[in-house]
């Protein structure tokens, strides 16, 4: 079945030591997107792909970084994880210039030690 | 003022109630309208899309009033298993891609 793949479901990272998150999708869709969710917060926008165009969004710290070597593939890489970046990272496609429905991976749970 | 505002809840229901979520949101360039589900601990799906004219899916309905700028959800004869976090997304058309999600709407549904 086609489907968004993450990896891992569970991190556990200790403070300041890097770490990287992936994503990968089988529907071929061209806009990907990386999430990040909070305890009983709505999921916040980090950076989202649109092809091979990065959008960063303002208030994404520094700390925080993404690549996408291909359509299929979409990494996240925190440099310096801190407590306050623990939380569920959400990977989501979807497709077409207008924003249709998303599909969204299964998260990955990032615990800072 | 927050783009996207929903009630966190919870809404407490018996079984077989209906219930019904707002989600107001501030850009009146907002072009589409969503309802994810998201259960506990797991990822948002797709409940419905929010058409203009309204639109109706088994026990959902859905209906969106451009003019007071929200939309609602109506949940008709409820299951237990409805029980979840209601999100509702909105976004822009054109150039920005960027859907919003309002913070969501904890429903709980007991026998």
């Known amino acids: 079945d086609a489907m968004v793949i993450q990896n891992p479901r569970y991190q556990v990272t200790q403070f300041g030591k890097p770490v990287t998150l992936s994503c990968s999708q089988t529907l071929n869709h061209n806009v990907m997107y990386w999430y990040q969710q909070k305890s009983s917060q709505a999921p916040k926008l980090l950076f989202h792909y649109y092809d091979k165009d990065f959008n960063n969004e303002a208030d994404t710290p520094d700390n925080f970084q993404s690549r996408r070597p291909n359509t299929s593939f979409c990494f996240l890489d925190i440099r310096s994880p801190g407590l306050g970046d623990a939380a569920m990272y959400l990977c989501?496609?979807?497709?077409?210039?207008?924003?249709?429905?998303?599909?969204f991976g299964p998260g990955t749970r990032l615990t800072v030690l | 003022r927050k783009e996207v505002e929903q009630d966190p809840g919870p809404f407490n229901v018996p079984e077989g109630a209906t219930v019904a979520f707002n989600c107001t949101y501030s850009?009146?360039?907002?072009?589409?309208f969503f309802w994810y589900r998201q259960d506990c601990r797991k990822e948002p799906k797709l409940l419905m899309s929010v058409y203009s004219s309204g639109n109706e899916d088994g026990r959902f309905t859905a209906q969106l009033n451009r003019a007071s700028q929200y939309i609602s959800l109506l949940i008709r004869d409820s299951k237990l298993s409805d029980s979840a976090t209601y999100l509702c997304v909105v976004t822009q058309s054109g150039g920005s891609y960027i859907p919003t999600f309002g913070r969501g709407t904890s429903l709980i549904v007991h026998p």
């Open positions: 850009n009146s360039a907002s072009q589409s």
């Open positions: 989501a496609t979807s497709m077409g210039q207008f924003y249709n429905e998303q599909f």
